[in-house]
């Protein structure tokens, strides 16, 4: 048997908490299928030995990869045990966070009433432990709810509180994608020059720190910045570079979204046929997804 094949094996035997530590360095990396291929074996291993704190922490991490995979429902699945088993050993870290995702999971498919009712629960439960990883997370995502529902002063104060908080943990990451969410809301404020430099640097520190969904959510930010300075073949190669790395990935949402961006652009050149393509690969994701009322949205805006 060839070397990488035994490796391979060796791998497959390996302990459910080795599974698990290389699921979460995988997802850091942005191999989002790596990552939940080995949070799968490790959850199986923590089942098969009925430890329930490894199962709920091998849980989390299955349903996020499934989650950014696009299968929803499955990852819905995940948190919801995950929750449960947490509120079973009343670990109330486990509990934010597992509340913080189902609402990621409400957000996607457009029940944002829902999603912001367990953001701002986990926020509180982040906030009771003082994890200040999660509360810049929380309240990050707050903010992109508030931005999707164009209450945008209120979204500018939640990102605020994100940035504060990851700039105290002082984490580079963390910074990054704070920092994109509050120059993506300055930008729908058109304070162009103070966004385009907040989204710039969060572009800068995600190839830095090797975060993809974050670069992705970038490139999509500075395509709107460049269509409002009215450079519209700079904002095309932004919306490209986002698609394409959308797809490098395999993160359904961020394929549904960049497509969409990147029809609204082919649209205002001209490009009828090519933008007619990039929605329906858009509505496709959506649908992939379970998130039909956005699916139906996109297919609307283009009389589809």
Same mark, same amino acid.
């Given at each position: 048997?060839?070397?990488?094949?035994?490796?391979?094996?060796?791998?497959?035997?390996?302990?459910?908490?080795? +599974?698990? !530590?290389?699921?979460?360095?995988?997802?850091?990396?942005?191999?989002?299928?790596?990552?939940?291929? %080995?949070?799968?074996?490790?959850?199986?291993?923590?089942?098969?030995?009925?430890?329930?704190? =490894?199962?709920?922490?091998?849980?989390?991490?299955?349903?996020?990869?499934?989650?950014? $995979? =696009?299968?929803?429902?499955?990852?819905?699945?995940?948190?919801?045990?995950? $929750?449960?088993?947490? +509120? +079973?050993? %009343?670990?109330?870290?486990?509990?934010?966070?597992?509340?913080?995702?189902?609402?990621?999971?409400?957000?996607? !498919? *457009?029940?944002?009433? %829902?999603?912001?009712?367990?953001?701002?629960? #986990?926020?509180?439960?982040?906030?009771?432990?003082?994890?200040?990883?999660?509360?810049?997370?929380?309240?990050?995502?707050?903010?992109?709810?508030?931005?999707?529902?164009?209450?945008?002063?209120?979204?500018?104060?939640?990102?605020?509180?994100?940035?504060? #908080?990851?700039?105290?943990?002082?984490?580079?990451?963390?910074?990054?994608?704070?920092?994109?969410?509050?120059?993506?809301?300055?930008?729908?404020?058109? /304070?162009?020059?103070?966004? *385009?430099?907040?989204?710039?640097?969060?572009?800068?520190?995600?190839?830095?720190?090797?975060?993809?969904?974050?670069?992705?959510?970038? !490139?999509?930010? @500075?395509?709107?910045?460049? =269509?409002?300075?009215? /450079?519209? +073949?700079?904002?095309? /190669?932004?919306?490209?570079?986002?698609?394409?790395?959308?797809?490098?990935? *395999?993160?359904?949402?961020?394929?549904?979204?960049?497509?969409?961006?990147?029809? %609204?652009? !082919?649209?205002?050149?001209?490009?009828?046929?090519?933008?007619?393509?990039?929605?329906?690969?858009?509505?496709?994701?959506? #649908?992939? @997804?379970?998130?039909?009322?956005?699916?139906?949205?996109? *297919?609307?805006?283009?009389?589809?």
């Amino acid at each position: 048997m060839a070397k990488t094949a035994l490796d391979a094996v060796a791998a497959e035997h390996r302990s459910p908490e080795w +599974q698990l !530590l290389t699921a979460m360095a995988t997802w850091r990396l942005g191999d989002f299928q790596e990552s939940q291929r %080995h949070a799968t074996v490790s959850l199986a291993g923590y089942q098969e030995c009925a430890d329930t704190d =490894g199962e709920m922490r091998a849980q989390n991490v299955a349903a996020a990869g499934s989650f950014v $995979l =696009g299968a929803l429902s499955e990852a819905r699945r995940g948190y919801e045990r995950a $929750l449960f088993l947490a +509120q +079973q050993r %009343h670990d109330l870290l486990m509990i934010a966070r597992c509340t913080n995702n189902l609402g990621s999971v409400c957000y996607y !498919l *457009k029940q944002n009433s %829902h999603a912001m009712t367990w953001y701002r629960q #986990a926020a509180r439960g982040f906030e009771q432990v003082d994890f200040v990883p999660e509360i810049a997370r929380a309240w990050h995502n707050i903010g992109v709810v508030l931005r999707e529902e164009n209450l945008l002063r209120e979204a500018l104060a939640a990102t605020d509180r994100a940035l504060d #908080a990851a700039q105290r943990l002082g984490d580079r990451r963390c910074v990054g994608w704070a920092l994109g969410g509050r120059g993506e809301t300055n930008i729908m404020l058109r /304070d162009l020059r103070l966004g *385009k430099a907040e989204v710039t640097r969060a572009l800068e520190l995600s190839r830095e720190q090797e975060d993809r969904l974050t670069e992705v959510e970038a !490139l999509r930010a @500075l395509s709107v910045v460049a =269509g409002l300075e009215g /450079d519209r +073949q700079r904002s095309l /190669d932004f919306v490209r570079q986002a698609v394409a790395l959308a797809d490098r990935v *395999k993160s359904t949402w961020l394929i549904a979204q960049s497509n969409r961006d990147f029809a %609204h652009v !082919l649209r205002e050149l001209g490009e009828v046929d090519e933008a007619r393509d990039a929605i329906r690969r858009a509505a496709a994701a959506y #649908a992939e @997804l379970g998130a039909e009322e956005r699916s139906e949205t996109v *297919k609307r805006e283009f009389e589809m």
